[in-house]
């Protein structure tokens, strides 16, 4: 399974804020500088991770997001349910499927839901830790290469 782009970017950003301590505030700038991704396109993720309280802003000099909850309590699946952005390639595979295989993609798909609900933020970040990641952003190639 392959993450969207806009899926990895969400994790990414997310990251980020797991980074900081939990009272800092980041701006998108700072995010956006850090990850080249466009202020532009980190508004509208945001949006959505506030929406589904995931994150949380405050406008004005000085303002920035944190988490909405400690990362140990926010998942990988969380802020793929947040953007919208369910694996498309299951998804399709799902509604073309015959009578025969609809146990195997019910299955498939619980699996993966499953394998994504058991990964917080706090993990990918302990995980970046261990394997020499130190302060810069962990990478989510942990998630995508084994999902």
């Known amino acids: 399974m392959t993450l969207s782009s806009k899926t ?3 994790i990414q950003a997310m990251l980020e804020l797991a980074l900081q301590d939990s009272q800092r505030l980041l701006p998108l700038a700072a995010i956006s500088e850090r990850q080249s991704i466009s202020v532009s396109y980190l508004e509208q993720l945001f949006a959505l991770l506030r929406r589904n309280g995931l994150a949380s802003a405050r406008r004005g000099p000085g303002g920035g997001y944190v988490l909405a909850r400690p990362a140990a309590e926010i998942t990988v699946a ?3 349910d947040a953007i919208g952005a369910a694996d ?3 998804k399709a595979a799902r509604d073309s499927k015959s009578l025969d295989s609809d ?3 019910d299955r498939l798909s619980t ?3 499953d394998f994504l609900a058991g990964i917080t933020l706090a993990d990918l970040l302990q995980e970046s830790t261990a394997t020499g990641g130190g302060s810069e952003t962990p990478s989510i190639h942990l998630i995508s290469k084994t999902a």
């Open 103 to 105: 146990v195997l993609w």
């Open 111 to 113: 699996r993966i839901d």
């Open 78 to 80: 969380d802020i793929i």
């Open 8 to 10: 990895q970017h969400a």
């Open 88 to 90: 498309t390639t299951t």
